[in-house]
């Protein structure tokens, strides 16, 4: 039995603790990439989804627009699928809808674009509104809030020419159909002069996080 003790025994050398604290420097190097990367698209990711998904347009209300969740045929609107129709009884309040994109907010009334801290659309004081024909003119914010939230204008660059965009003002159903699209500098307050014509004309920040120049959508009304 003694002989067993003369066998050479294996041993096992530690991983020396340079190598574990380098391995652990990698590992933390990794994660504040990936963590950073995650930051760095979240921003992005419901445009990516946007584009990936082709959303369904909703209707959240009654509308005139659509018969048995078809939009009419002579309306002129175009969409790239059949809209998802809810058939809610008009709101009281005054709305805007912007079905392609998810947009369902409260049209608000204030002097400055503070108002636009109570989470709606703002109504650009001493421009028209739908009763009166003109220009209509409302202004939102663009990354204030990130969809699926329904008051933000953030996807408003997808908006197409000939989709539709729905008010509804003192309990009355206004239909407008996108004809242009536009980017111009702020100091372009022209967008707010009156119009011989019914439009409504909406515009936000662009480029996306940056307040250097503003995305204007014009819409004429067509019922």
């Not at 002989?3 to 190097?29: D, E, Y």
């Not at 909703?58 to 998802?84: A, D, H, M």
């Not at 009156?194 to 503003?214: A, D, G, M």
């Amino acid at each position: 039995m003694d002989s067993l003790n003369n066998i050479p025994q294996p041993s096992f050398s530690p991983i020396p603790v340079s190598h574990r604290n380098q391995w652990w420097t990698w590992v933390g190097a990794i994660s504040l990439i990936v963590i950073g990367l995650a930051i760095v698209s979240y921003p992005f990711l419901p445009k990516i989804e946007f584009a990936v998904s082709k959303k369904q347009s909703i209707f959240p209300y009654t509308t005139k627009l659509v018969t048995n969740n078809v939009v009419e045929k002579n309306s002129g609107i175009s969409l790239s699928q059949l809209p998802v129709t809810k058939n809610n009884p008009i709101p009281k309040d005054n709305r805007l809808v912007i079905p392609s994109i998810g947009v369902n907010m409260a049209i608000l009334e204030g002097p400055t674009e503070k108002t636009l801290d109570l989470g709606g659309i703002w109504h650009i004081p001493n421009t028209s509104d739908p009763l009166h024909g003109s220009n209509t003119v409302l202004s939102g914010h663009r990354w204030e809030y990130l969809p699926p939230s329904s008051r933000t204008l953030y996807l408003l660059d997808k908006l197409q020419v000939g989709e539709p965009i729905i008010v509804y003002w003192h309990g009355i159903e206004y239909d407008y159909r996108v004809n242009q699209r536009d980017i111009v500098d702020p100091s372009r307050v022209d967008i707010q002069n009156p119009t011989t014509e019914p439009q409504i004309t909406i515009y936000t920040c662009t480029p996306l996080f940056s307040t250097k120049q503003r995305l204007v959508i014009f819409a004429n009304l067509i019922s």
